[in-house]
């Protein structure tokens, strides 16, 4: 008989029976305030670069910073602050990996405000009410690390220790510091690049420098790592060697580098939308056992409310209702349907009404099933390596796959896409719509974990950061239609300029975006690479195979589909950072073993490495959403370079040796077990 699996219980920092006011005023105020400027600046920042930084730290050390100028402030006011105000930089990542297609493809010639504020509303409700049976099963019954949360966990609890807050406080200062001479200075590089010419194909190494995904790999471990690093070695070092030298490099390529990043970014990181698809439905299969005991033992608790009150349920373990969350899910698929019916009916797909129904129903059917599908992943993928490295533009795409084959297989024998321009572009927007409401659900419910996480650790009430998380959703999405229109109409979006007399050089290029609209338009022109799609899910297949042989023989390694993927996914200096701070990690519990050293004494250690860790992710990421704010004032990201001409050739190595440096005196403070005076 299969046993069920031992909860391990956190002991949180506040405890159950401690009664702290949460939802206060001042905190509800102070939240709307961060999540209006977590959104607005990490809107540019995707725009402009196609990358996001959590928010979750920056959020939680201003509203420490504020609330003490309060008397009677206290740390769940400030989880619950950070836990508002981290929704609004995740829906605008969201927003601005995919909406910004409908304007590079032509279907919106400016970003239409309710329609744009109903779609982010109904994709982050869901996103908010689908992580609620996904805490039991992944917060509290799994053994994920969620590192940010766990990062956040710690800066909020030093900030009520001085004495711990100096641990975070000097690696902190140190990431802010570099981050400031990688991005604003720009005296040292953020990566290096060593690629040349071998034949008629390139090959080549990437590192990145990021030292908040250092500390994000100390805190996930080295297998994470291991795993991340197997899908990047097999895509850089061998599928794009492989792939240049039969079929050719980009003619456009200047260097062998931007070769290296076309071959990837236009073919192989298709094997990894695919082994992520495969991975993505295998893990549903494999979350249905703990997602049924989380819904069972919410209703067993809403049970026991109406029979006994709320006496003899945890504060600290206490949901929103599983039967609050049933019914609001069904209460979306009316808004969600409406916004499908208006927009098929007013494209350029001639149909008649009753297939404008039927189509709007199923699409509302796929959106719903994407969407837990996706949520899951990206819970799943938030606790295995952080809301940093979480793929959100890959679940957007996975979504993208799906409906437009439906589409396709549903009015293929009605209308020739190929042919039909006009159609093509509608039926690719209408994908691109349900891949908006998809990520926004997916990445609320990978940050709505995370903070979960901090909220366990620091002990918060659940329900009262799921209420917070949802009041963050509405205020982000009020606020970001206007925001990306005015960012629109300032740089112009892609090659889309508002105005004849705009410089395009100062476009906002959104990356992401440009690929989704690619994507989109090639699935319906017929142009889409699908080999590469099924190459992907040939792949996961394989290491899903080499993992259960590993988990037979009960090895201590193991080989998590979706690591794999990520590793094919991300590029090259997203994954080699995590792999410093998984190998820092292991060599330092490795040298405890050796060196015999007590139980005590490793937790010591192990809080060390963990707040240098926390300082590390919270430095880097309160310099990446502050300087968003000079960039947008002055339409630049040049605006702080200052390198001079005889170190401008050389700032990758500068970046390789301070990194370097900061890996050294990780290691010291981390292996150094001698308690402060």
Request: contains cysteine; positive net charge.
């Amino acid at each position: 008989m299969r046993q069920e699996k031992t909860i391990k219980r956190v002991e949180p920092y506040i405890s159950a029976s401690t009664y702290l006011p949460e939802i206060t005023f001042k905190a509800v105020v102070l939240a709307i305030l961060l999540t209006c400027l977590m959104a607005a600046a990490n809107a540019y920042l995707v725009l402009k670069v196609g990358i996001s930084v959590s928010a979750c730290i920056p959020a939680a050390v201003i509203s420490m910073a504020v609330l003490k100028m309060f008397r009677d402030s206290n740390i769940l006011e400030n989880n619950i602050v950070q836990t508002a105000a981290s929704a609004g930089e995740t829906i605008a990542c969201a927003l601005a990996l995919v909406i910004p297609a409908l304007i590079m493809m032509g279907f919106w010639n400016a970003f239409p405000y309710w329609l744009m504020t109903s779609i982010t509303i109904v994709g982050g409700l869901l996103g908010v009410l689908l992580s609620v049976p996904l805490r039991r099963a992944m917060v509290v019954e799994s053994d994920l690390k969620f590192p940010e949360g766990v990062a956040t966990a710690e800066v909020l609890k030093a900030g009520n220790e001085s004495a711990s807050a100096r641990g975070i406080l000097f690696s902190a200062i140190a990431a802010a510091t570099i981050k400031f001479c990688q991005t604003g200075l720009q005296i040292f590089a953020d990566s290096i690049h060593v690629w040349g010419y071998v034949g008629n194909t390139v090959v080549g190494v990437t590192s990145g420098f990021s030292l908040a995904l250092v500390g994000a790999g100390y805190v996930v471990g080295l297998q994470v790592g291991i795993a991340a690093i197997v899908g990047t070695i097999g895509t850089w070092m061998f599928a794009v060697p492989l792939y240049g030298a039969l079929f050719g490099l980009p003619a456009d390529a200047p260097d062998a580098y931007a070769a290296a990043v076309g071959i990837w970014s236009s073919k192989i990181r298709i094997v990894g939308v695919g082994m992520m698809l495969f991975g993505g439905l295998w893990m549903m299969l494999e979350l249905f056992a703990p997602v049924r005991r989380a819904i069972a033992s919410s209703l067993e608790a809403v049970r026991k409310v109406k029979n006994t009150g709320t006496g003899g349920i945890l504060r600290t373990d206490s949901d929103i209702p599983i039967t609050y969350v049933i019914f609001g899910l069904v209460l979306l698929i009316l808004p969600i349907y409406i916004i499908f019916h208006n927009v098929i009916s007013g494209s350029n797909i001639q149909l008649s009404f009753s297939m404008i129904m039927g189509v709007s129903i199923i699409v509302t059917i796929l959106a719903f099933i994407l969407t837990a599908i996706g949520s899951s992943i990206a819970a799943y993928m938030s606790g295995l390596v952080g809301m940093t490295t979480m793929p959100v533009s890959g679940v957007a795409i996975m979504a993208t796959l799906v409906v437009s084959l439906v589409l396709m297989s549903l009015l293929g024998s009605h209308i020739n896409f190929s042919t039909n321009a006009d159609a093509a572009i509608s039926a690719a927007a209408i994908t691109i719509l349900v891949a908006t409401i998809v990520g926004c659900a997916a990445i609320i419910s990978g940050d709505n974990l995370q903070d979960l996480k901090s909220g366990q650790l620091v002990g918060s009430t659940p329900w009262k950061q799921q209420v917070m998380l949802a009041v963050g959703v509405v205020v982000s999405a009020l606020i970001l239609a206007p925001i990306f229109q005015l960012l629109f109409e300032a740089y112009g979006i892609g090659d889309v300029l508002p105005r004849s007399d705009m410089d395009p050089a100062q476009a906002l290029s959104a990356p992401k975006a440009a690929l989704m609209a690619a994507l989109s338009q090639a699935i319906f022109t017929q142009s889409m690479d699908w080999t590469m799609i099924m190459i992907g899910v040939v792949l996961g297949i394989v290491v899903l195979l080499i993992d259960n042989v590993l988990k037979k023989r009960q090895s201590v390694w193991r080989l998590p589909i979706l690591a794999v993927a990520i590793g094919i996914y991300m590029p090259f200096d997203i994954t080699t950072p995590l792999l410093m701070g998984g190998i820092l990690s292991f060599i330092i519990q490795k040298g405890f073993a050796k060196r015999k050293k007590t139980v005590a004494e490793k937790a010591l250690a192990e809080q060390r490495g963990l707040l240098f860790a926390s300082g590390l992710i919270a430095g880097e990421a309160l310099v990446g959403i502050f300087l968003a704010i000079p960039f947008v004032a002055y339409q630049s990201t040049n605006v702080f370079r200052i390198v001079p001409d005889a170190i401008k050739n050389s700032t990758d190595v500068l970046g390789l040796l301070v990194t370097l440096g900061m890996l050294y005196w990780f290691y010291r403070i981390a292996s150094n077990t001698v308690k402060e005076k």
